[in-house]
């Protein structure tokens, strides 16, 4: 079985990192890359890891719903995506439809895939909303807590700048990040919303971008209902994840510099207060990766009832 999938805004770092996987899964193909910047390009001449023949196209909603695709990703900025969602809707209604932007998170109707934690109601789904990146690792750290916590849930983040994407900015400048940390949206971050909704919790979260190319690093800080043990906590996050391949669980704080490149999550560093009542827990993954393109291959995976990391290789 060969599952056809279409790419709309191809150009974006995460675009880049899709190409590269869906090239290499063993059911997928792309059907279509479609780039405004790139329009008549060869792919193979932007992505090296590409092995196939198309050239870059530039559709818009009402075409990219005529391709005939099993399924069409779409890698836009915040506030694009609806004119593609109709278009699917009127034209191809089955086809599976994954958008890596926020719009449709908050969304009746729509299946929130971060399936370590939802992966229930993930098959058969035709409109996936991919978590953030922060997100992801945010709600990742919390949840084996989640039923011991007092709100306010702290989290503090910092990322790589190629989570600010490639239109240029403060946020994804080298020069300007060199020896800086950059504070920004330190209230009311969409990823501090988005994760305050899924998880039922209200989330103070505080983002940075540093200097660095790709990965992230969250810091949450837990008041707890009730005291625990450190031992205690290792247990529950072990067997919380148990079953989880792409998620390990360490001891020492896990170092953005480690998992830059791979598919999963490290959460670790877990530090008590001398009461047992305040725990601080790290997590780190690839914003590009597990906080993207990853994800949304383990999605696509769910989706057509296949093996959850086919085209995922660890």
């Known amino acids: 079985m060969t599952i056809s999938i279409g790419l709309v805004g191809a150009r974006g770092h995460v675009g880049s990192e899709l190409i590269r996987l869906i090239d290499a899964h063993p059911e997928f193909e792309l059907g279509f890359v479609s780039s405004r910047e790139r329009a008549g390009q060869k792919v193979a001449a932007h992505e090296n890891s590409y092995h196939g023949d198309l050239d870059y196209v530039n559709l818009d909603a009402e075409q990219s719903a005529g391709q005939s695709v099993d399924a069409l990703i779409l890698?836009?900025?915040?506030?694009?995506?609806?004119?593609?969602?109709?278009a699917i809707d009127l034209h191809s209604p089955n086809t599976?439809?994954?958008?890596?932007?926020?719009?449709?998170?908050?969304?009746?109707g729509w299946y929130y895939g971060l399936p370590e934690l939802t992966r229930s109601k993930a098959r058969?789904?035709?409109?996936?909303?991919?978590?953030?990146?922060?997100?992801?690792?945010?709600?990742?750290?919390?949840?084996?807590?989640?039923?011991?916590?007092?709100?306010p849930l702290q989290c503090f983040g910092v990322s790589g700048y190629s989570?600010?994407?490639?239109?240029?900015?403060?946020?994804?400048?080298?020069?300007?990040?060199?020896?800086?940390?950059?504070p920004y949206s330190l209230a009311e971050h969409m990823h501090e919303r988005e994760v305050s909704?899924?998880?039922?919790?209200?989330?103070?979260?505080m983002p940075h971008v540093a200097s660095h190319f790709r990965g992230l690093t969250v810091t949450s800080n837990l008041h707890l209902k009730e005291a625990v043990k450190l031992e205690e906590v290792l247990q529950c996050y072990r067997d919380f994840y148990r079953e989880e391949p792409l998620i390990e669980i360490i001891e020492s704080a896990p170092w953005v510099s480690r998992i830059a490149g791979k598919h999963g999550v490290q959460i670790g560093?877990?530090?008590?207060?001398?009461?047992?009542?305040r725990l601080v827990v790290v997590s780190t993954l690839d914003n590009l990766l597990k906080?993207?393109?990853?994800?949304?291959?383990?999605?696509?995976?769910?989706a057509f009832g296949l093996d959850e990391l086919a085209g995922i290789h660890l």
């Open 291 to 302: 906080g993207a393109a990853t994800q949304a291959i383990q999605n696509l995976n769910l």
């Open 163 to 182: 989570g600010a994407g490639t239109s240029p900015s403060d946020k994804n400048d080298p020069e300007k990040l060199h020896d800086n940390l950059m």
């Open 269 to 277: 560093g877990f530090t008590l207060s001398d009461d047992g009542k």
């Open 197 to 205: 909704f899924h998880l039922d919790k209200r989330i103070e979260f």
């Open 124 to 151: 058969a789904q035709t409109r996936i909303s991919n978590p953030g990146c922060y997100a992801t690792a945010m709600q990742l750290a919390i949840a084996p807590m989640l039923g011991n916590v007092e709100e």
């Open 75 to 86: 890698a836009l900025p915040n506030n694009m995506a609806e004119a593609y969602v109709n």
């Open 96 to 108: 599976v439809l994954l958008d890596l932007s926020a719009d449709y998170r908050f969304s009746a």
